[in-house]
Each structure stands twice: as C-alpha cells, then as structure tokens.
C-alpha cells in the first residue's frame, strides 16, 4: 500500500488534466469534484504526494488543514450553505477512489439530501458557476 505519483491529481496539479480550479498555493491546490455530493463540493489536494492521511507527513498536513480551513469558509458563504461536511477516506474500505490524499468539503442545507459518492457527473457550466462563486 505505497503511495504511486502515477494519479490523476498529480496530473491535474501539474496542469496535465483540465480542472476547475478554487484556490492554489504552494501547499495545495483547490478544485471542483466533478462528482459533486452537493453542488459547491470541493476537493483539497495537499501537493505533497501522499497515498493518503496514514501516510501524509505531519508537517505537510498541518499546512494543509489551515487551507481546508480557510476554503471551508469560503465554500460556506459562497453556496449560502448552514453547514460543511469534512471527509477524508483512507482506503478503499473506507471509500476511496483517488490515491492521492485529498480532503472533500462539501456544503449541507437543513433537510437536504446529499446525492451517494461517486454517482454521477455535473454540468461544466454548472462546476464553472460554483468555481467562480467560491473563488
Ligand atoms: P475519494 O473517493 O474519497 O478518493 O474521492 C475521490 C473524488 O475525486 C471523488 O469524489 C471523485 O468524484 C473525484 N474525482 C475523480 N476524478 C476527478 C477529476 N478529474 N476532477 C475532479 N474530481 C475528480
């Protein structure tokens, strides 16, 4: 269960794959899940190659949380949301996909249901709207 720098985030924060990007930095990188729980559902992926939280570097990840930090209340106020679900799953047990460590923020309004992780794709237009509301 090594960390492999052959994944699609290390290709989107080298530029390789299209994103819709929020926010970047030295430490992260911000962008839209193209499969969006809820609408205004963002990733935050830590630049420093890990598998996931089990194996991040301390350090790297205490820089990273002020940036989930900080984006959590942007995408908050951006989406008018009451609420923002932190997830972070390490494994595939616990429901991970990408291999690469990254942090999902995703916006919750009172009696809202969220849609099932991974369950389909959203309109360009519409991740584009939210990106630009968030940023
Ligand atoms: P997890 O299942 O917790 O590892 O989360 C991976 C997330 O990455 C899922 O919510 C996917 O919708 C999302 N995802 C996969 N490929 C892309 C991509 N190219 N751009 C943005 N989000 C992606």
Known sequence: MSYDPDNIFTKIIAGDIPSHKVYEDDVCISIMDIMPEAPGHVLVVPKAGSRNLLDADPEALAAVIQRVQKIGN???????????????SSEESAGQTVYH????????????????HVSGTTANEELAANCEKIK
């Not at 942007?74 to 972070?88: E, F, P, S, W, Y």
């Not at 460590?101 to 099932?116: G, Q, S, W, Y």
């Open 74 to 88: 942007a995408v908050k106020k951006a989406m008018n949301a009451d609420g923002i679900l932190l997830r972070q």
């Open 101 to 116: 460590l990254h942090f999902h923020l995703i916006p919750c309004h009172e009696n809202v249901k969220r849609k099932e």
